[in-house]
T-cell receptor, first 114, second 114 residues
Framework: DSGVTQTPKHLITATGQRVTLRCSPR?????VYWYQQSLDQGLQFLIQ???????AKGNILERFSAQQFPDLHSELNLSSLELGDSALYFC?????????????FGPGTRLTVL | DQQVKQNSPSLSVQEGRISILNCDYT??????FLWYKKYPAEGPTFLIS?????DKNEDGRFTVFLNKSAKHLSLHIVPSQPGDSAVYFC?????????????FGKGTHLIIQP
């Protein structure tokens, strides 16, 4: 158990809908990362927050957005969903925003868009 | 454009022998490399890392070798044990090159045969 929690575990929805994925980092971790793992793909970095502020953006679509709240939990919002958005979404956390700081991953949320 | 490549989707090794997992990268800005291990239905777990100032890093049964001129790294597991059966992801980043998160390969599924 990494100490990072993600809810829900599974989510099934229809095209055009909007969903919110939630992540609670390990106690004491200030940095949160979001990654997407599509079928046959490696994990793709989406976005990073540190202590409530956006710190880095990766391959995140404009239809996706995220935020980190004062209690340090983070939410990833996916809107106007398409079939291709079906994937595993992982959240990871670390103490500092430095890339050399170990990232601890949650178990992921599996999103299925029908 | 895949910047981190793991060309072997799967690898089968006999218990007790050496497992060698390979990874190639194309981005010359990468100077920090990691290996993560992933079991089904769990998030990736950090295994070992190496920075570009070194060519080898060892942690118990796990050793990572880095060949900067060839843009190649490998993970050696000696001796291989049944619990090592998992998907192994190679990841890379640029420490001083901005906060981009980690760039992952697609993974190699290691199967340890009894």
């Amino acid at each position: 158990d990494s100490g990072v929690t993600q809810t829900p575990k599974h989510l099934i929805t229809a095209t055009g809908q909007r969903v919110t994925l939630r992540c609670s980092p390990r106690s004491g971790d200030l940095s949160v990362y979001w990654y997407q793992q599509s079928l046959d793909q490696g994990l793709q970095f989406l976005i990073q927050y540190y202590n409530g502020e956006e710190r880095a953006k990766g391959n995140i679509l404009e239809r996706f957005s995220a935020q980190q709240f004062p209690d340090l939990h983070s939410e990833l919002n996916l809107s106007s969903l398409e079939l291709g958005d079906s994937a595993l979404y992982f959240c990871a956390s670390s103490v500092s925003p430095q890339i050399t700081d170990t990232q601890y991953f949650g178990p992921g949320t599996r999103l299925t868009v029908l | 454009d895949q910047q981190v490549k793991q060309n072997s989707p799967s690898l089968s090794v006999q218990e007790g022998r050496i497992s060698i997992l390979n990874c190639d990268y194309t981005n010359s800005m990468f100077d920090y490399f990691l290996w993560y291990k992933k079991y089904p239905a769990e998030g990736p777990t950090f295994l070992i890392s190496i920075s570009s100032i070194k060519d080898k890093n060892e942690d118990g049964r796990f050793t990572v070798f880095l060949n900067k001129s060839a843009k190649h790294l490998s993970l050696h597991i000696v001796p291989s044990q049944p619990g090592d059966s998992a998907v192994y992801f190679c990841a890379a980043s640029a420490i001083g090159g901005g906060a981009d998160g980690l760039t992952f390969g697609k993974g190699t599924h290691l199967i340890i045969q009894p």
